[in-house]
Every structure is written in C-alpha cells, then in structure tokens.
C-alpha cells in the first residue's frame, strides 16, 4: 500500500504557510508543518515536526532574491 499525503498551503501578501499531512489507517496525521515569511523584506523559511521540533530553517539578507538560493535547490 503508498503513502497518501496532502499539502494545506495558505498564501498571503508576504508569506506563505504550509502543513504536510500523511493518511494512515482513515485518519489524517500531521507530519510537518512551517511557513515561508518577510518574502519581499528579509526572507525566512521555518520547517517543524508535528511535535514541534525544527526540521529545516534558513533566513537571507536583506533585499536578497531567496528562490535562487533556496535550501532544497541543487
């Protein structure tokens, strides 16, 4: 049997907010949850585990163009 997930993304004017939720036997169960904010100032991006512990963090400068430097780009 796979995985099921889904992805809850919620979009504002200067950040985003997301949650990753895995089915498992019926239920929905949280697996991560985190947001993208301060996009068009200082950029931040925060990733924590569904007990609360902080799996990915990154902050940019200032002015600067994150996408190019994102933590998941190779």
Request: aromatic letters at 12%; proline letters at 3%.
């Amino acid at each position: 049997m796979t995985n099921q997930a889904i992805a809850v993304l919620n979009a504002g004017s200067s950040s985003v907010k997301f949650s990753i939720f895995f089915q498992r036997a019926g239920e929905l169960e949280l697996n991560l949850r985190g947001q993208f904010e301060a996009l068009f100032s200082r950029p931040r991006f925060v990733a924590r585990s569904a007990a609360g512990d902080t799996v990915a963090e990154q902050t940019w400068a200032e002015g600067s163009h994150w996408a190019t430097t994102a933590p998941w780009r190779t």
